[in-house]
């Protein structure tokens, strides 16, 4: 009887020892995650492209709408089921681009005949990596999400998007985040009234040399319409000289050349002065006929159209500056209409050229080194529809 009871201790005393050795093997039959699975990998689209296998998430600039094998444009999108990323907001070597099918749930968040604004933004998507138009592609879509934040597999929504920031200047716009239409012009009022210097108008000759100077020759600034590179030294307002051009004509608001809208470097431009003077204080649609000494723009009776190299850095200073002067600090209450005849009232137009205009032609690399050197040199507050061109449609679409 004694051996017996020895024997069923012993057995008593192991099972806890062996049940806790079974808990301890159960994680390393389950893997190293546990019962999480491991999070997927973010790709750039230079890994996507050369990984057409599986499922992925991939984050790129959008930048265009694809049509054929090596055709994408770039704007007057004819369609909302595709569009081209790219891991350079400015790419335009389509075997650099990764083709995205949009399928019917995203088309009206992410369509770009629909969203045009969604030009150069960031797009995060995750989709089967399958060739699309014969071309390294994502297909079937299960998440379509703007900006960095992680992929959800629910649209943001219809018409105009909820901006995301994105990029270096996320800080400056923290108090715009996540909103949309007046809440988003409201939030972006406050942000570029804040600790802003004025400039006089004499200071505004020099300014302009820095902020206009042509990257190929430093002697020289960038003419807005004409496109001409031009002296420095010949500002002035004698024939063939350049001079102040107010892209919001300073007669429509009567501000005149007061410190405020009248000397406000984010649209103020150097100009030939016959230009200059062509262009008066016209609004800006499309059509007219072709001025002689500005090839590319076009003039009536009422507007001017641009060449298009700047019809869109022509909008988003229109667009800056019905945000920037909202009645407040003594200016007048600017804003932005679908006419041409508003003569003297604080108005300028046409809102829906300029919304075209700013979708074709996404900011370039003078007009973002434009705007950072305003930011850092001079005025202190930036132009937020260069940072995010998007915000525009939110906002006036």
């Known amino acids: 009887m004694s051996g017996l009871t020895s024997h069923r201790r012993a057995a008593a005393l192991t099972m806890p020892a062996l049940l806790g050795l079974f808990a301890l093997?159960?994680?390393?039959?389950?893997?190293?995650?546990?019962?999480?699975?491991?999070?997927?990998?973010?790709?750039?689209?230079?890994?996507?492209?050369?990984?057409?296998?599986?499922?992925?998430?991939?984050?790129?600039?959008?930048?265009?709408?694809?049509?054929?094998?090596?055709?994408?444009?770039?704007?007057?999108?004819?369609?909302?089921?595709?569009?081209?990323?790219?891991?350079?907001?400015?790419?335009?070597?389509?075997?650099?681009?990764?083709?995205?099918?949009?399928?019917?749930?995203?088309?009206?968040?992410?369509?770009?005949?629909s969203n045009p604004g969604r030009i150069g933004t960031v797009l995060t998507v995750t989709g089967s990596l399958a060739a699309y138009f014969s071309h390294p592609g994502l297909k079937s879509p299960t998440a379509m999400t703007p900006g960095t934040s992680t992929p959800t597999t629910t649209p943001t929504g219809t018409g105009s998007p909820t901006p995301v920031p994105t990029g270096?200047?996320?800080?400056?716009?923290?108090?715009?985040?996540?909103?949309?239409?007046?809440?988003?012009?409201?939030?972006?009022?406050?942000?570029?009234?804040?600790?802003?210097?004025?400039?006089?108008?004499?200071?505004?000759?020099?300014?302009?040399?820095?902020?206009?100077?042509?990257?190929?020759?430093?002697?020289?600034?960038?003419?807005?319409?004409?496109g001409i590179s031009r002296s420095k030294s010949?500002?002035?307002?004698?024939?063939?000289?350049?001079?102040?051009?107010?892209?919001?004509?300073?007669?429509?608001?009567?501000?005149?050349?007061?410190?405020?809208?009248?000397?406000?470097?984010?649209?103020?431009?150097?100009?030939?002065?016959?230009?200059?003077?062509?262009?008066?204080?016209?609004?800006?649609?499309?059509?007219?006929?072709?001025?002689?000494?500005?090839?590319?723009?076009?003039t009536d009776s009422d507007s001017w159209e641009p060449r298009a190299a700047v019809k869109g850095d022509v909008a988003r200073m229109i667009f800056y500056m019905a945000v920037r002067y909202e009645g407040g600090d003594g200016y007048p209450d600017l804003e932005v209409d679908d006419a041409t005849s508003g003569g003297t009232a604080p108005r300028l137009g046409r809102l829906s050229a300029l919304l075209q205009w700013s979708a074709q032609d996404p900011p370039d690399a003078f007009e973002k080194?434009?705007?950072?050197?305003?930011?850092?040199?001079?005025?202190?507050?930036?132009?937020?529809f260069i940072d995010h061109p998007e915000w525009a449609p939110s906002i006036f679409g």
Do not use: C
């Open 168 to 226: 270096p200047t996320d800080a400056y716009y923290a108090a715009a985040a996540g909103k949309s239409g007046a809440s988003l012009k409201s939030a972006l009022h406050g942000i570029i009234s804040s600790g802003v210097t004025t400039l006089s108008y004499d200071a505004v000759w020099n300014a302009l040399k820095v902020t206009d100077q042509d990257p190929v020759n430093s002697s020289n600034v960038i003419l807005l319409y004409s």
């Open 25 to 113: 093997l159960i994680p390393l039959f389950r893997g190293p995650a546990g019962m999480q699975p491991m999070a997927a990998t973010t790709m750039t689209v230079a890994q996507a492209i050369s990984s057409q296998s599986g499922t992925g998430t991939v984050r790129g600039y959008i930048v265009g709408q694809p049509t054929a094998t090596s055709t994408v444009l770039y704007s007057g999108f004819t369609g909302d089921t595709a569009l081209a990323i790219a891991d350079s907001g400015t790419e335009r070597n389509t075997s650099k681009m990764l083709y995205v099918q949009i399928t019917s749930t995203y088309r009206a968040t992410f369509g770009l005949q």
């Open 234 to 298: 010949l500002n002035g307002g004698d024939s063939g000289d350049w001079n102040r051009e107010h892209v919001w004509a300073k007669s429509h608001g009567d501000f005149g050349t007061a410190n405020g809208p009248g000397t406000d470097l984010h649209h103020l431009r150097p100009e030939d002065v016959h230009v200059n003077s062509e262009r008066d204080n016209k609004d800006f649609d499309a059509g007219g006929t072709a001025v002689s000494d500005a090839p590319g723009n076009k």
């Open 369 to 384: 080194r434009r705007n950072d050197t305003i930011y850092s040199t001079y005025q202190h507050n930036r132009n937020p």
